[in-house]
């Protein structure tokens, strides 16, 4: 079977087109579309048969999935017989009113996501906006939704809820839901794996342009940073995380903004980006050595906040067998990695310097004697949500847990 996962934005598109018939279950080709709607986008594919790149006009994303398809049956570079051979169309879906797990996208599954656009402002208006396109454009190819928060719902039900009336809970769905789950839900794979065992209590650290700590025993999530949106928890890179409700007031009054302008910024121009100026780790890593006291307190503040959910966690779980590292910042920041450990021998959490500081993107970064495992494990969200789409197609159902 071969799924095609894909990756939506406002004005792009990018893909992977798995063959999970082969037990390798290789990526036949990747690619992205970029700059959808204006007079030339960008497109780039590359296939295990070659590469090509260039610019023409693209106009909404039905049109960017018939290129994508057209691509990958091109008698150069495709992959495919006939843009039959493609199975489905899976995609990593962020949120929905009261709805989670694998859903075949119809109307009701649209509806449940469009009623949380405002909770996922960023996320959820482009994924309905080009999956009504894409059922209208190309009626009989499945389309499959891997929400987010599916790998979640193992948290027991009094971490999940708000102190809050119970009705905003159960009828409204306001709760505690976590967000990252096709990362997280890696993870939990990936290092029994490693540890080869399957007994195991692990903290897994997804920390990117969007962050998030997870505890999983078992396999199952226990706990995690997100809340009801993505844009709680730790600091983002533009997002404010964790903020006091009751000081949007305050905001509203001495600002003169409307509530929307107030909400626009803080998850817009907030986070790190807010603290420091910069948005990408990377530049404010590179101004904090250069002494920028606006971006070491951005790193700082981002480290503290890692370091609470990461205790929090510990005791939640009753130790740790490993902490994972993954996402952008989490597999590339030595620095990050290096402060959130600081000072953790007392749990029995000891980083090498050298092991750190440089190997290959999958390695053991803790010391020889730690008793908690740290590790860097890049996470791979598509192949997660081509085989939770494998799996709901090869069941004949319309959705699952």
Partial sequence: ?????????????????????????????????????APSAKIVIKSIKGEREMDRPIADHGDAVQLCLDQLTDPEIGVLDDASDVSAI????????????????????LEAMEAFADVCPAHNPPYTKAMRMLRERFP???????????FHRTIPEAAQRYAIPDDWSTRLGVRRWGFHGASHRYISWRMPELLGRKDIK??????????????????????????????????????VGDFDVFALPVLLRETGKSLEEILDILANQSGLEGISG??????????????????????????????????AYLLELGGADAIVFTGGIGENSQWIRSETCRE????GITLDPERNAKGPAERRVSADGSRVEVWTVPTNEELVVARQSEALLKSGARSSA
């Fill in 202 to 239: 692990v903290i897994s650290c997804h920390l990117g342009g969007s962050s998030s700590l997870t505890a999983i025993r078992n396999g199952e999530s226990v706990a995690c940073s997100l809340g009801m949106s993505p844009q709680s928890g730790l600091p983002h890179n533009n997002r």
């Fill in 278 to 311: 910069h948005r990408d780790l990377r530049d404010i890593e590179a101004a904090a050595a250069a002494g920028e006291a606006r971006s070491k307190l951005a790193i700082d503040l981002f480290v503290a906040s890692i370091r609470h959910y990461l205790g």
């Fill in 344 to 347: 953790l021998e007392w749990f």
């Fill in 1 to 37: 079977m071969k799924i095609l996962v894909a990756n939506l934005g406002s004005t792009s598109f990018k893909y992977r087109l798995f063959d999970l018939g082969d037990p390798a279950e290789p990526v036949l080709a990747r690619g992205a579309i970029e700059r959808i709607g």
């Fill in 140 to 150: 009989n190819l499945p389309l499959v939704a891997a929400y987010e928060t599916g």
């Fill in 90 to 109: 899976g995609f990593k879906a962020v949120h929905a009113r009261n709805l989670t797990g694998v859903h075949l996208v119809d109307e009701p599954v």
